[in-house]
């Protein structure tokens, strides 16, 4: 996997990841501080690679609305 950079929102101070794979782009909140950020980047990179961690897109709910009532 490609290594990637981190980079921290400017006004609530918390470091981000943001990483790409097959299409689907995700933001992943690594912490306050940049040790901490650059610790927690390399275990969602392993675990993304291993497959812990899916990028599958999810797929919207889907709700059945009851049917009509049969008669007596």
């Given at each position: 996997?490609?290594?990637?950079?981190?980079?921290?929102?400017?006004?609530?101070?918390?470091?981000?990841?943001?990483?790409?794979?097959?299409?689907?782009?995700?933001?992943?909140?690594?912490?306050?501080?940049?040790?901490?950020a650059?610790?927690?980047?390399?275990?969602?990179?392993?675990?993304?690679?291993?497959?812990?961690?899916?990028?599958?897109?999810?797929?919207?709910?889907?709700t059945?609305?009851p049917?009509?009532?049969?008669?007596?």
């Open positions: 996997m490609k290594t990637h950079s981190i980079w921290q929102h400017p006004h609530s101070g918390i470091f981000y990841a943001t990483i790409q794979r097959d299409g689907v782009r995700r933001r992943f909140p690594l912490g306050r501080s940049e040790r901490e650059r610790k927690d980047l390399r275990t969602v990179a392993a675990a993304i690679a291993s497959g812990r961690l899916g990028f599958a897109t999810a797929a919207p709910p889907v059945e609305r049917g009509p009532a049969s008669p007596p």
